[in-house]
């Protein structure tokens, strides 16, 4: 059900899991007061156990006892109403393996997107910014959360990983596909996410891929190497995609054009985290959280965008914390940052189109983050 986001948002302690639309200063449905423990329905069924405290969640995130593996969930939960990946026995991944398995994969992606590599993309991740920005530019006004705030980030990682350009729109039609939630949506992105990790891998090409190839653990299957591409181009993208439609917004909003570009990012982030809610965690045994008892196989989630919002001394969690660790954080940062700085040098006169109060956000139903619905721009007054 659709919710419009109250600007009194403490009169009612809204579902975190239901799709909301709203202006930009309204307050994201997860971050009510309460806590350090909500319980509140999992889509799924039964109670969800979400952490809204800043030290509670960094224990939590770093408890061996609460796992990521899938096959954890509640025996009555379906895959598709709770978002769940396939299990780590279906398919092992970063995001649902835990421990040395876990640990062994993260050595695998640590040298590809470190500070430093994150540091050596800059000068190309700035061409991409300024190419794509010139071609927006040919519109006297231009929608920026159309099309280019999904395109840019995908240009990015196809370029970094490999990824023929020709296929960035296959690419961007299968990011949809896979939020579609529907098992035969779901089954052609997949399908797609395959052929695009195949023609990184193709005999010749160069790019994270297929130094990924050559990190992975011995013994590692095309399919599962398929699937870990895969993951970086979707965890990517529908993160790096929003958050930067709400850095536009802001560094074309008048009052913060003279705010560095690394402050801006990590503000924007903090304020509109595209992973509000952490993805899902169940216990392995029964815990206690702040004196509440979980039992064994109790679904966890951490109040990301909650905890942004109070806290301002960059300990956020908008990249997560502990062995799951957002691993694109850095290229993350550095593609935003790169295109606050590529608009302010070649766009010094844009300005948004319509005022800042007018712009809306929306965010689908389940633990996605918000995206703006419209970003109109007059890039060239
Ligand atoms: C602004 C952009 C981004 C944000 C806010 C973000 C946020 C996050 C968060 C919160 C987590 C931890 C989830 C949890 O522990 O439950 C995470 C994990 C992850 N992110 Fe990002 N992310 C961003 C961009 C990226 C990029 C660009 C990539 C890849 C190129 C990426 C790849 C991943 C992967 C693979 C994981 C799983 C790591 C693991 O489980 O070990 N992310 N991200």
């Known amino acids: 059900m659709t919710q419009i986001l109250p600007d009194a948002a403490e009169s009612l302690r809204p579902d975190p899991f239901a799709a909301s639309e709203g202006g930009l200063s309204d307050r994201c449905p997860m971050s009510v007061p309460g806590g350090p423990v909500v319980v509140a329905e999992a889509p799924g069924g039964g109670p969800a156990y979400v952490v809204t405290d800043h030290d509670l969640a960094r224990a939590v995130l770093v408890d061996p006892r609460i796992g990521k593996d899938p096959a954890l969930a509640p025996p009555s939960w379906d895959r598709w109403t709770s978002g769940l990946e396939p299990t780590a026995a279906e398919q092992p991944s970063l995001t649902t393996l835990d421990g040395p398995a876990h640990a062994a994969l993260r050595r695998a992606h640590a040298p590809l997107l470190s500070a430093r590599r994150a540091a050596a993309f800059a000068p190309r991740i700035r061409e991409i910014a300024r190419g794509l920005l010139a071609d927006a530019a040919r519109e006297p006004v231009v929608d920026l959360a159309a099309d280019f705030t999904t395109r840019y980030p995908l240009t990015v990682l196809c370029e970094l990983l490999g990824v023929p350009l ?71 993208q529908l993160t790096t995609d929003p958050a930067a439609g709400f850095l536009l917004a802001d560094a074309l909003d008048g009052g913060r054009r003279e705010v560095p570009a690394d402050d801006l990012v990590r503000d924007v982030l903090r304020r509109h985290p595209p992973a509000p809610l952490s993805l899902w965690r169940f216990t392995t045994e029964e815990v206690e959280l702040a004196g509440t008892t979980l039992p064994a196989g109790s679904p966890v989630l951490v109040d990301i965008a909650g905890i942004g919002a109070t806290v301002t001394d960059g300990a956020d969690l908008s990249f997560g914390a502990g062995p799951h660790f957002c691993t694109g954080a850095h290229l993350a940062q550095t593609e935003l940052r790169v295109l606050v700085e590529v608009l302010r040098e070649g766009y010094p006169d844009a300005r948004l189109a319509v005022p800042h109060s007018a712009l809306r956000q929306e965010r689908p139903a389940g633990l996605g983050g918000a995206r703006l619905t419209a970003l109109p721009v007059r890039l060239v007054p």
């Open 166 to 236: 020709d296929e960035i729109d296959r690419a961007a039609e299968a990011c949809r596909g896979v939020l579609a939630g529907d098992p035969a949506a779901t089954g052609r992105a997949m399908a797609t996410y395959g052929e695009l990790a195949a023609s990184a891998l193709a005999p010749g090409r160069t790019g994270l891929a297929a130094e990924l190839r050559d990190t992975v653990p011995d013994g590692t299957s095309t399919g599962t190497l398929h699937y870990l591409i895969f993951t970086l181009l979707f965890a990517g």
